[in-house]
């Protein structure tokens, strides 16, 4: 994986995070990191949703977060919830960071670290990739890009502002899976 690709995903994985007042203190930083992204369309959009951050009060991007990804399954960021449900809970696990290990921006995060095309020895993020011989980025973008383009098929049609960054997310899970990153 390029390192540009690294830096977009980063950078999506921290656009797609709730939003609290260190995102909010952090907009200018951000604003300086997108004018970084040199392909045209996806600099728009996230100017765009930049441009929502900071023109709409804190409270109702939590709000808008919340409605648009915890209370709605359809566009949930959980990748694993589209396949099997509410599989973890159910089980009674629950995760120590607040998160579960296939939150989107989690393994968005985890994509951008992997930019040396070594992934035979990767640590797994648990419930997502098994650790063993021949497992690779291609086989998790495999695995869940239907649901990512789910996720965005479903922010689409509901007109969300964060479909412009999951039509980014689709489209780089799309390439790096057909080029086999």
């Known amino acids: ?38 392909q045209v369309e996806q600099r728009e959009r996230c100017v765009n949703f930049l441009d ?13 977060y919340t409605s648009t990804f915890d209370l709605n399954p359809s566009t949930c960021l959980n990748l694993t919830y589209h396949k099997w449900g509410d599989l973890y809970h159910q089980a009674g696990y629950e995760s120590s960071t607040g998160e579960l290990p296939d939150y989107l921006p989690l393994v968005l995060e985890y994509l951008s670290l992997n930019r040396n095309g070594d992934h035979s020895s990767h640590v797994a993020l648990a419930g997502l990739i098994r650790q063993k011989e021949g497992t690779s980025i291609t086989s998790l973008l495999g695995q869940y890009c239907e649901e990512v383009e789910t996720i965005s ?29």
């Open 1 to 38: 994986m390029t390192n540009e690709k690294g830096y977009l995903l980063k950078l999506l994985s921290i656009l797609l995070q709730y939003p609290d007042d260190e995102c909010i203190l952090s907009l200018e930083e951000l604003q300086e990191a997108v004018a970084q992204i040199p």
């Open 153 to 181: 098929s479903g922010l689409q049609e509901a007109g969300s502002v964060y479909a412009g960054l999951l039509a980014i997310v689709t489209d780089l899970f799309i390439e790096m899976k057909s080029m086999g990153v």
């Open 52 to 64: 929502y951050l900071g023109n709409t009060p804190l409270i109702s991007l939590q709000e808008e």
